[in-house]
């Protein structure tokens, strides 16, 4: 019902989600958006019983959201809640449900080095996945450091990753667990792989005579004077002219 006001009852939100995810010991969210003029009230139920903040629910009410975050002591927290929303037009009521959710399956992923210093990783989620991925945890270290030095990076969205600034020609150890809303899976396997190192090359009488690697990335000096023109003009005067320089 619209009146020439503009008032008008209570409207779901578009995508609006009713069916959430949690196991016992964890926290689960459960939330009902819809919008309506006046702004509406919200309510949340079990059963015959009005919700409101205990120990095992807390209430959190914006002008178009309402958020009841449920505290699953045991399985008796999970199951079918009510929203009843509603203003001065009218009011409208949808079930909405927590249900047990499952951690992911570990994934795999493949590891390569196309560029100096930097490892890229291709993640590939478990087919047998029951819940949505969120993301991906992914850890790496030199190969011989310990995990407890690790860095991480904790994905949002995508497969494809690059980890970079690390040293040139290094062994890096490298693993990946899937993020979905109720936690994360276990660690894949450890794969090593190798960064690829920076190559200089010498230009002498129009040949290329010399190839070398650094282990480490280069001072940002050192490497603009190899890899510039200046160093190619040098060294191929002095190959020509070496009576010069004796």
Same mark, same amino acid.
């Given at each position: 019902m619209e009146?020439?006001?503009g008032?008008?009852?209570?409207?779901?939100?578009e995508?609006?989600?009713?069916?959430?995810y949690?196991?016992?010991?964890?926290?689960?969210?459960?939330?009902?958006?819809?919008?309506?003029e006046?702004p509406?009230?919200?309510?949340?139920?079990?059963?015959?019983?009005?919700?409101?903040?205990?120990?095992? #629910?807390?209430?959190?009410?914006?002008? #178009?959201?309402?958020?009841?975050?449920?505290?699953? !002591?045991?399985?008796?927290?999970?199951?079918? &809640?009510?929203?009843?929303?509603?203003n001065?037009?009218?009011?409208? !009521?949808?079930?909405?449900?927590?249900?047990?959710?499952?951690?992911p399956?570990?994934?795999?992923?493949t590891?390569?080095?196309?560029?100096?210093g930097?490892?890229?990783?291709t993640?590939?989620?478990s087919?047998q996945?029951?819940?949505?991925?969120?993301? #991906?945890?992914?850890?790496?270290?030199?190969?011989?450091?310990?995990?407890?030095?690790?860095r991480e &990076?904790l994905?949002?969205?995508?497969?494809e990753?690059?980890i !970079?600034?690390?040293?040139?020609?290094?062994?890096?150890?490298v693993r990946v667990?899937?993020r979905?809303?109720?936690g994360?899976?276990?660690?894949?396997?450890?794969f090593? !792989?190798?960064?690829?190192?920076?190559?200089?090359?010498?230009?002498?009488?129009?040949?290329?005579?010399?190839?070398s690697t650094?282990?480490?990335s280069?001072?940002?000096?050192?490497?603009m004077?190899?890899?510039?023109p &200046?160093?190619?003009?040098?060294?191929?005067?002095i190959?020509?002219?070496?009576?010069?320089?004796s």
């Open positions: 009146g020439k006001s008032l008008h009852k209570p409207v779901w939100k995508g609006d989600i009713d069916t959430f949690a196991v016992v010991g964890s926290t689960g969210n459960l939330t009902c958006e819809a919008t309506s006046p509406p009230t919200f309510e949340w139920f079990k059963g015959p019983a009005l919700l409101g903040n205990s120990k095992i #629910y807390k209430l959190f009410n914006g002008k #178009y959201k309402s958020t009841l975050q449920v505290k699953v !002591q045991s399985h008796s927290n999970l199951g079918n &809640y009510l929203c009843l929303v509603s001065t037009v009218g009011e409208i !009521q949808k079930d909405v449900f927590l249900m047990e959710g499952v951690l399956n570990t994934p795999s992923f590891l390569a080095s196309e560029e100096p930097v490892l890229g990783v993640i590939f989620p087919p996945d029951i819940l949505p991925l969120t993301g #991906y945890k992914i850890q790496w270290k030199q190969a011989e450091a310990s995990w407890k030095h690790a &990076y994905t949002s969205a995508g497969n990753f690059l !970079q600034d690390l040293d040139f020609d290094t062994d890096y150890a667990s899937a979905n809303e109720i994360l899976s276990n660690f894949t396997e450890i090593v !792989q190798r960064t690829k190192g920076l190559v200089t090359v010498n230009i002498v009488d129009d040949s290329k005579v010399l190839s650094f282990n480490k280069p001072p940002a000096s050192q490497a004077f190899w890899g510039s &200046y160093f190619v003009i040098i060294a191929t005067w190959f020509r002219h070496p009576s010069m320089i």
